[in-house]
């Protein structure tokens, strides 16, 4: 047996986890009609195949119908649940792995205009700012039901297999009971903490008098709020102690902090540039103080600091939610001797971000995860070898050539700069965004041991790509930012890569107009306010950076609010002039036909890409597909069949930025689902 802390086994009441990782209960927002079908059931049978001891599914499943999701979530209340539930345990525990699900009722925590319309419950009036919701303070007949809703929902977990429930005590139903910031009620519902705590403890008692002592109950519950007047350290862990005093728990899982807001969301669930495992020590306190199985995860991004967590003996289970989104067969590639290929969480949060906007999880450099129905995490060898170039070493052309590589085809790569990178080296040039070389880094890694020849400071022409008789060309030039959008005065603009790439110095007095809404505009003008510069950020829409997405914009704001940095919505840049040694820029709105002026001394504009695709069209016509994709074979997996050329010579494809600008992850997609088929 290994002595790697991480694959000991754990004794959690009468089930033996195989090992010290588990994936912490998370909604990818996969069901469908509510329920866990396919898709649902595929992402976590795929981690159980990578060899986690425990995959928690659902955060979390409604208990009852006036806690309707926000985003897609499993509906617990349904009876037509059970068969589902039951396909998906029995093809987890058959891949070896152990499978709880988390149960909650969203109190506040939702909408009134969701689902059937129902008033939204709290045991208070408070509003939550997040969902904005005013709530209808709970009377005792909600809580009987309420109550009733738990222990249905729990019996229908057993029914379908489940090890076991977690419930959910962190900003939900439970939690609002037990904070006195949001627990209103008189007794014997609100007041001292015995009060507060009754309803809680009166959900697992009708749970454990309904499943028995064969089925494991935990609590995912916040043992310090972080708020002035909420739950502190102190009362969080005697919280946790009469939980354990209860009997009605078998394992305690750690939160600290609030998820009210955007900030407080990220400061429990930290991204890329944030500190890891923030909250990993406090869990060690809460275990050393309570002494009953404790369970964490929370920004745990690396194999090193999860085997720290366990060896030092702070937690007795820890999470790596995020990672294995990013890496399924995290465990498999430890006890392989394999833990150098484990593909890096980067910290991005496209997965979380796209959620809380109403959309699946996608990882932002794993465009299998989410999609195992269809593509595939192990790339299987091609029948036949063939030639295949590759123009562009940004992350789409990585992945063509890493996805190549493997299936044992013969490939080269051109790249004109002297390393790789693309746009991902531009970002990372921000300190704070430094993660995201690791999805370009594991990819040379891969293709590196796979074979794959480059050829870096090589301006790849027609001729070049014809002299190596290829079968298959990928184009995967990208793009480069398109600023020329002005009725007048596009030469005095400058572009947010010039910010970025340190080709043009910050001005002193700036205007960043920035329609694209992404990173780049918000990453520009960061790095500008940083040098003292006055910044007004202008965008046209309703909303600044809406591609950045609420949990990434969270790091931007907590930079830019105490430098002197102004946001301006629904104006729009129309001109630039020169004005003496200034610069006068004409603004105007979609709303009417007002007109305003600024006068500053540097204007940048941040309006997506445009793409570099001259080679794609000059290969084009001596393609035998004419560049062109059948995108019913494309998404349903079969190999390209198009011939409109019989005289081509290759088939040619254009992926990534150099057919549009999008994202990192829809370029990696784009490569994958080409790649993984031929």
Known sequence: MSNDPLLQPFQLKHLTLKNRLFISAHEPAYPEDGMPKGRYRAYHVERARGGVALTMTAGSASVSRDSPPVFNNILAWKDEVVPWVREMTDAVHEAGAAIMIQLTHLGRRTRWDKGDWLPVLSPGHEREPAHRAFTKKMEEWDIERVIRDYADAAERMKAGGMDGVEFECYGHLMDQFISPLTNHLDAPYGGDLDARMSVPLAI????????????????????????????DSAEGIEVGRRFKASGLVDFLNVIRGHIDTDPGLTDVIPIQGMPASPHLDFAGEVRKAVAV???????VPDVATARHAIASGKVD???????????????????SGQEHRIRPCVGANYCLDRIYQGGMAFCIHNAASGREETLPHEIAPASERKKVVIVGAGPAGLEAARVAGQRGHAVTVFEAADQPGGQIRLTAQSPRKREMMGIIDWRMAECLQSGVN???????????????DPDLVIVATGGMPFTEILSEGNDLAVSAWDILSGDVKPGTNVLVFDDAGDHAGMQAAEMIADTGARVEIMTPDRTFAPEVMGMNLVP???AMQPRDVTFTVTWRLKSLHRDGNALR?????????????????????????????????????????????DYEELVSQRPQTLVKNPEGRFRLWRIGDAVAARNTHAAILDALRLMAIH
């Open 204 to 231: 697992l008692r009708a749970c454990r008098d309904r499943v028995g002592d064969d089925f494991l109950l935990g609590v995912r519950y916040v043992a310090d709020e972080r708020l002035p007047g909420g739950v």
């Open 293 to 299: 199985p404790i369970f964490h995860a929370a920004r």
């Open 317 to 335: 289970m820890i999470g790596m939610t995020r990672a294995h989104l990013t890496e399924p067969h995290l465990v498999r590639k430890i006890s």
């Open 454 to 468: 480059f050829r870096f400071n090589t301006y790849a022409e027609a001729e070049d790509v014809l002299a190596l």
């Open 556 to 558: 931007y704001m907590r």
């Open 585 to 629: 820029a004409v603004i105007g709105s979609d709303y009417g036909d007002t007109v305003r002026e600024r006068r500053v001394d540097q204007v940048v504009i941040n309006h997506g890409t445009r793409p570099l695709d001259e080679l794609y069209f000059a290969l084009k016509p001596l393609s035998m597909n004419l560049g062109a994709l």
